[in-house]
């Protein structure tokens, strides 16, 4: 079975430091990437998402992530946090051909910037 | 335009009682999704609605689920009865016509079994 994994599970990290949340994945076939974010006591939101084209994608609020198909990962990364980036962040798969259009998401990494 | 919505945002029962949870997706999206996100877990995948068709229920856990979209327009998930297991979080979402779209996800249904 697809499956997600996130490396780590909770991050904590001081202010203009960087980020890398990691990202890999085990279906072998064609594949759409996400990565969501859920700021406390709101919704999950899209960060970024990778379809086809340029493996280096960029998002929202400074958040970039790399596809790199023979490693089956996606990296989500960004140079310099903020306190404002305290969030979970999910990464999800879509598989195309045979999946439907549900996403399978990893565990969630819990991020916390302090100041 | 309004986002996805879900009603209620938390809901407490006991083991065996009935509870049912609902999603009013943005308007004119044809695909409305249920996932569910049981603590420390990820989130998974419960089912798709293609209008008032379910596309895949692959992922409902059993037969005390029953998820409907009358209409084509909002859903509605019942559990019934609900065991302690079933506590979570639900998470409704939805896309436009085409499939392979952005999903647009809910705040959640909060639901503690006790």
């Known amino acids: 079975a697809q499956s997600v994994s996130q490396h780590n599970h909770h991050v904590i990290l001081s202010e203009a430091a960087s980020l890398e949340l990691g990202c890999n994945y085990s279906y072998g076939g064609t594949v759409n990437l996400f990565w969501y974010v859920q700021y406390p006591g709101q919704h999950l939101q899209l960060l970024l998402k990778?379809?086809?084209?340029?493996?280096l994608v960029k998002g929202i609020k400074g958040f970039e992530a790399e596809f790199i198909k023979s490693k089956f990962s996606f990296n989500l990364r960004k140079p310099s946090v903020q306190w404002s980036d305290t969030a979970e962040y999910f990464c999800?798969?879509?598989?195309?051909?045979?999946?439907?259009?549900?996403?399978?998401f990893g565990t969630g990494t819990q991020l916390k910037v302090e100041l | 335009e309004a986002g996805v919505t879900q009603f209620p945002s938390h809901s407490v029962i006991e083991k065996g009682q009935t509870v049912t949870l609902r999603c009013d997706p943005i308007s004119g999206h044809d695909n409305l999704y249920w996932y569910r996100r049981v603590m420390g877990k990820e989130i998974k995948f419960l089912l798709h609605?293609?209008?008032?068709?379910?596309?895949?229920e692959s992922g409902m856990p059993n037969n005390r689920f029953l998820a409907e979209r009358t209409g084509g327009t909002y859903s509605t998930l019942k559990v019934q009865p609900a065991e302690l297991e079933d506590s979570g979080v639900y998470f409704c979402a939805s896309s436009p016509g085409r499939s392979y779209n952005e999903q647009f996800f809910g705040p959640g249904t909060r639901l503690t079994v006790l």
């Open positions: 609605f293609v209008k008032e068709s379910k596309q895949d």
């Open positions: 990778y379809f086809s084209g340029d493996p």
């Open positions: 999800a798969v879509r598989k195309i051909g045979g999946g439907g259009n549900k996403l399978t």
